[in-house]
C-alpha cells in the first residue's frame, strides 16, 4: 500500500485547467448530453501490467464500470482480483513497476490515466479522494489529527484561514469523534484504528470531493465498528451528494449499502448490476459462488460454500476467461476469444459465454 493520503499528501492543487469543473462553475456546451446522463467517472478497457523478476503479471485486463454522481459502487471479489489495483491506477497511485497498457478513465472530463501530474494533483483531495484500509499508516504519526486536517484546510483553501479551527472541529464532529475539542490534539497512536478510520474519512471528506473511493475501510476493525464506519460513510455521502466507490473482498458486508455492484475476478469485471438484481439472481457463475460463500443473515455456518480452487496465476497464458479452470459449466466454446460482455437486462453485463 503507498503511504500517506492523498488527502495529506500531495501538494496544493491548481484550479483544474482542463475538463469541467465538477463544482459545476462552467456551462457545458450547447449541444454536449445533459448532465444527467454522463456518468461522473467512467472507465473503459483499463488495462494494468507489473512487470517482474518472474514476469509480466496481468494484474487487469480491459476493466469497465461507471459511477454516477452521488450513487454507491460496490467493487468485489476475492484478494487478487484487481480491486485496489484499479483504485491505484484511478488516483494515480500505482507502484512503479506497473503500467497502464491501455484505457480511459474519465472523471468529469479529465482521463486520469493520461493525465499530468499537475491536473492529477488538482483533482486529487479535491474532487476525488480515497481512504485506505490501514489508516494508522496513512496518517503522519507525528502530527496530531487536528494539525493534519487543517493542512488539508489550508492547501485545498476550502475555508478563509480564520475558519479553519471551526472547520476542524466541525469535520471531527461529523465523522462521530467525541469530544472533538480535545481529539484534535491527539496523535494517531493515541487512538483506537476505529477512531484513526474516521480521522482518514475527515481528510477525506475536508474538500468536499465528488467522489470517494473507500479501499477495503474497515478490514481489522471490530463488526460493530466497521457497520458504524459504513453508516457513516453512507450518511456522509447522501447528505454531501458525493458519490462513493466501497471496495470489499466481502459482499456481505456492503452489499445492502451499494446500488450498484462490480464483480472482479483475477483482473477481469465478471459481472456488474444493480445491487438487488445481483443477489436475487446473479448471472456469473463465480458471483453465484461469491454469494454463496457469503455468511447471510440467520444462515449457519455449515451452509456456506467454498469457492472451488484460487485465482490464477497471472503471468503467462491465460483463457479468454480467467474463471475457466474453476468453473462447473466450463465448456469447449468457453476457449473461444474474446470473452463477450452481454447486457442481459437493463444495466447487467455479464462476462461469460454460458451465464446462469
Ligand atoms: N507491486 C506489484 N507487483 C506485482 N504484482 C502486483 C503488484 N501489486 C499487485 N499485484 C498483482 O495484481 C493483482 C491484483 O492485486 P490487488 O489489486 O492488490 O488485488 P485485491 O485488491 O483485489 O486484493 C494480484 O495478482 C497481485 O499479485
Ligand atoms: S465463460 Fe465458461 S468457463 Fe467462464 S464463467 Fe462462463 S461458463 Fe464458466
Ligand atoms: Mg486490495
Redesign the pocket.
Known amino acids: 500500500m503507498p503511504g500517506g493520503s492523498f488527502v495529506a499528501g500531495s501538494a496544493r492543487p491548481q484550479p483544474p485547467t482542463v475538463g469541467l469543473s465538477l463544482s459545476g462553475a462552467a456551462p457545458p456546451p450547447a449541444n454536449s448530453p445533459h448532465p444527467a446522463a454522463v456518468p461522473l467517472l467512467a472507465v473503459d478497457h483499463l488495462s494494468v501490467e ?1 512487470r ?1 523478476r518472474h514476469g509480466v ?1 496481468r ?2 485486463e480491459r476493466v469497465r464500470f461507471f459511477v454516477r454522481r452521488g450513487e454507491t459502487v460496490g467493487i468485489v ?10 483504485a ?1 491506477a484511478l488516483m494515480g497511485i500505482l ?1 512503479p ?2 503500467r497502464v497498457t491501455e484505457g480511459r478513465a474519465v472523471f468529469g472530463g479529465l482521463d486520469l490515466l493520461h493525465a499530468s501530474r499537475q491536473e492529477l494533483e488538482a483533482y486529487r483531495g479535491r474532487e476525488l479522494a480515497m481512504i485506505f484500509q490501514s489508516p494508522r499508516t496513512a496518517l503522519n504519526p507525528i502530527r496530531t489529527v487536528g494539525r493534519q486536517i487543517e493542512d488539508v484546510l489550508i492547501r485545498h483553501q476550502t475555508v478563509p484561514r480564520a475558519k479553519v479551527r471551526d472547520r476542524v472541529l466541525e469535520l471531527l464532529t461529523l465523522v462521530r469523534i467525541p469530544d472533538p475539542d480535545a481529539r484534535a490534539h491527539t496523535y494517531p497512536f493515541e487512538m483506537s484504528g476505529g477512531m484513526c478510520q474516521r480521522v482518514m474519512i475527515a481528510l477525506a471528506i475536508a474538500a468536499s470531493p465528488a467522489l470517494l473511493i473507500a ?2 475501510p474497515t478490514t481489522g476493525l471490530d463488526v460493530t465498528t466497521q457497520a458504524a464506519i459504513l453508516d457513516l460513510l453512507g450518511d456522509l455521502a447522501r447528505t454531501n451528494g458525493m458519490a462513493t466507490v466501497l ?1 470489499s ?1 466481502d459482499l456481505g458486508l456492503i452489499a445492502e449499502r451499494c446500488d450498484r455492484i462490480v464483480v ?1 475476478h ?2 477481469h469485471v465478471v459481472e456488474e448490476a444493480p445491487a438487488r438484481a445481483l443477489f436475487s439472481a446473479p448471472r456469473h457463475p463465480y458471483t453465484a459462488r461469491l454469494l454463496a460463500s457469503t455468511p447471510r443473515a440467520g444462515a449457519k455456518l455449515a451452509d456456506l460454500v467454498p469457492i472451488p480452487g484460487g ?1 490464477p496465476d ?1 503471468r503467462g497464458e491465460l483463457s479468454p476467461c480467467r474463471y475457466r479452470a474453476r468453473c462447473e459449466r466450463a465448456a469447449p466454446e468457453c476457449d473461444e476469444p474474446p470473452l463477450p460482455r452481454t447486457e442481459i437486462a437493463p444495466e447487467h453485463l455479464v462476462a461469460c459465454r454460458r451465464p446462469l
Open positions: 507489473f517482474t503479471v494484474a487487469l471479489g476475492e484478494s487478487g482480483s484487481g480491486k485496489s489495483v484499479t491505484y507502484d513497476a506497473a479501499d477495503e471496495i473482498h472482479m483475477a483482473g485465482v497471472l
